[in-house]
């Protein structure tokens, strides 16, 4: 069945140094792909979207690149700060939508 | 900005009770959601509604019913409580698809705890 996943639980970065979160995802026929921050006692919160006819997406400090070969998607925050520190998962949306299980970003002082 | 609107954060109840979440949100959207959120599990679909009235069984909907009397509501009833509905509810909404996908947007959560 299909599944989107993340290769990594935990990430720890220094602050300023850049952050990719990665994820995979198993069903090509899918167009449309969602990252979510959830910081600690706080719902999801929407980051960055991405559709299938693209390969890259820029918002303000992250970046979201999308590779339909692999089926890989990953989200690069750029000069990563404390307030970054959060869980980060990719949703995959099609028919259903199918949400990651996270990755806890730890951002060192 | 959307606002979903969880009535309670925090929530603790007995085995066997019917117990209620109350989701409201501000914008008008067709679609609505309850997730329960587990670690290591991820976001698992209970129920969700694409209208008043109308209701869908998500992945994991035993256990659980839904009611949604007006557009902006959607409740989440736990019939008779058990231990193992412990967990952090979310609810979302979303707006219609029309010819493409939109973004879901989430209340904080309701972290409740069966005793």
């Known amino acids: 069945g299909e599944s989107v996943g993340l290769h990594l639980p935990t990430l720890s970065v220094q602050e300023g140094d850049n952050s990719i979160i990665n994820c995979a995802y198993s069903n090509s026929a899918s167009d449309y792909f969602i990252w979510y921050k959830q910081e600690s006692g706080k719902g999801p919160q929407f980051i960055i979207d991405i559709r299938s006819n693209m390969d890259k997406r820029q918002g303000q400090r992250v970046t979201v690149l999308l590779n339909k070969t692999v089926k890989h998607l990953s989200l690069q925050i750029a000069a990563t700060q404390p307030g970054d520190s959060a869980v980060y998962f990719c949703?995959?949306?099609?028919?259903?939508?199918?949400f990651g299980a996270g990755t806890r970003l730890f951002v060192k002082a | 900005d959307v606002k979903v609107t969880q009535s309670s954060r925090y929530l603790v109840k007995r085995t066997g009770e019917k117990v209620f979440l109350e989701c409201v949100q501000d914008m008008d959207h067709e679609n609505m959601f309850w997730y329960r959120q587990d670690p290591g599990l991820g976001l698992r679909l209970i129920y969700f509604?694409?209208?008043?009235?109308?209701?869908e069984k998500g992945d994991i909907p035993e256990g659980y019913s839904v009611s949604r009397e007006k557009k902006e509501r959607f409740s989440l009833i736990l019939e008779s409580a058990s231990t193992n509905q412990t967990s952090m509810y979310l609810c979302?909404?979303?707006?219609?698809?029309?010819?493409?996908?939109?973004?879901?947007?989430f209340g904080d959560g309701t972290r409740l705890s069966i005793l």
């Open positions: 509604s694409y209208d008043v009235k109308m209701k």
């Open positions: 979302a909404s979303r707006p219609p698809d029309r010819g493409f996908y939109q973004p879901q947007h």
């Open positions: 949703a995959e949306m099609g028919f259903k939508t199918i």
